[in-house]
């Protein structure tokens, strides 16, 4: 069903010329360090991980964030959901953002399947009692029962994204940001995974995805914006972004 836009809402996201700049180490050791000092070197140099890049992404829109290896896909997404902040420019965000940035971040090794539930669904803002609720089919949806009271140290690196996906999926969220992840589980659960993604889409969430899969994404998202070494080199439909992006 087409959604109509009253056009009075704001978007649910706005990337306002935001530059974001990482320090490059030149030096391994106290001595050199030193030495590159005496020599009036540099001991570090700024290095543009993104260079001024703008776009807004409406309510219900869902976008492929594009660009080779290095290209500040996951740097764009720590932005948007707070993670970093940017050096220059504005990320605005409305409603609550829900990301899938670092498997394993916001969990802890030592502790089980069951209490990192807990603790991740609390960062990402529910309460006990809403994660109460909501239990159960976390678990079911992961798969991994039989292993949700072992320590997530003993997880193998698709049961961590089993887990982590499906706490993400369950919580409140407005706007969702999955980064490449998915390509770790197996087939039958990447392919759940994308459903439910389709799903939440389809129920008006905006989603943000980064993948190297780009038939996949090229399908799930309407719009492409790829990126080129921090820079905005297209922003549109999806399928031509994949063009540009293979070309
Ligand atoms: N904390 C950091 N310190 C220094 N450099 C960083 C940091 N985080 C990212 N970078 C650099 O910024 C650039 C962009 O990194 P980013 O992780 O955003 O790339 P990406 O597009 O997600 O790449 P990939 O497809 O490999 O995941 C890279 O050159 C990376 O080395
Ligand atoms: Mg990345």
Redesign the pocket.
Known sequence: MPRISDGSRAPRIVIDDVH?N???RHTHSIKETALAALRRKPLTTD?H??DGVSFAVEEGESIALL????????????LISGVLTPDRGRVRTRGRVAGLIEVGAGFHPDLSGRENIFLNAAILGMSKKETESRYEEIVAFSEIEQFIDTEVKHYSSGMFLRLAFSVAIHTEMDILLI??ILSVGDEPFQKKCIARVRQLHEQGKTLVV?S?DLNMVSNLCDRGVL?RH?KLQFDGDSHTAVELMRA
């Open positions: 974001k990482f320090k490059l290095f991980a993104l660009g080779m290896n290095g290209s500040g896909k996951s740097t764009m997404l720590k980064d490449e980064v190297h990126l921090g």
